[in-house]
Antibody, heavy 119, light 107 residues
Framework: EVQLVQSGAEVKKPGESLKISCKGS????????IGWVRQMPGKGLEWMGI????????RYSPSLQGQVTISADKSISTAYLQWRSLTASDTAMYYC????????????WGQGTLVTVSS | DIQMTQSPSSLSASVGDRVTITCRAS??????LNWYRQKPGKAPKLLIY???SLQSGVPSRFSGSGSGTDFTLTISSLQPEDFATYYC?????????FGQGTKVDIK
């Protein structure tokens, strides 16, 4: 069974750093792109970027490039989303999702990680 | 980026109703169009991929159509679990932009 399991909720202060994770299982982790999707409170879905764990090829949404870093450790089948300096506007639910073979759709999703940034 | 525009933004319907949601792309995306349902507090779930293909395990009351720039999601007979928000997404180019969502609530 394909599963993506994300790390738990985080509460941080502005200016702090953060790295959240997404562990894949039940499939060949290095053979599928993994992406991160942001959902701000009460808002819609937004692709942030995507990584191919097999060779770490990474693409970012132009609007978010430079604000976050996406990485992966294929030895432990885990993808990461990282911030160097959080702001209040980073408060959101973050989902990881596998980009499947069928029309590059997001066929499996993690359960989400809620990040709250507040002073 | 390719822009995706859904309509309507919200609608009210009853159990058993036929519901149609449309999605328009700002440029041609062939059939690289996917539909998702998101229930409150849950992760999105893939319903339709490649504009009209039903994802495994998804009930046959869901169907999709369209190509190029204009697409439609139809729910033939709305069920209680279908009161949720629906998103279209283009996967023709990276990033795979989403529509703004259509919230379906109980009339």
């Amino acid at each position: 069974e394909v599963q993506l399991v994300q790390s738990g909720a985080e509460v941080k202060k502005p200016g702090e750093s953060l790295k959240i994770s997404c562990k894949g299982s039940g499939y060949s982790f290095t053979s599928y792109w993994i992406g991160w999707v942001r959902q701000m409170p009460g808002k819609g879905l937004e692709w942030m970027g995507i990584i191919f764990p097999g060779d770490s090829d990474t693409r970012y949404s132009p609007s978010l490039q430079g604000q976050v870093t996406i990485s992966a450790d294929k030895s432990i089948s885990t993808a990461y989303l990282q911030w160097r300096s959080l702001t209040a506007s980073d408060t959101a639910m973050y989902y990881c999702a596998r980009r499947g073979d069928s029309s590059s759709s997001a066929d499996y999703w993690g359960q989400g990680t809620l990040v709250t940034v507040s002073s | 980026d390719i822009q995706m525009t859904q309509s309507p933004s919200s609608l009210s319907a009853s159990v058993g109703d036929r519901v149609t949601i449309t999605c328009r792309a700002s440029q041609t995306i062939n059939n690289y169009l996917n539909w998702y349902r998101q229930k409150p507090g849950k992760a999105p779930k893939l319903l339709i991929y490649a504009a009209s293909s039903l994802q495994s395990g998804v009930p046959s009351r869901f169907s999709g159509s369209g190509s190029g720039t204009d697409f439609t999601l139809t729910i033939s007979s709305l069920q209680p679990e279908d009161f949720a928000t629906y998103y279209c997404q283009q996967s023709y180019s990276t990033p795979g932009t989403f529509g703004q969502g259509t919230k379906v609530d109980i009339k």
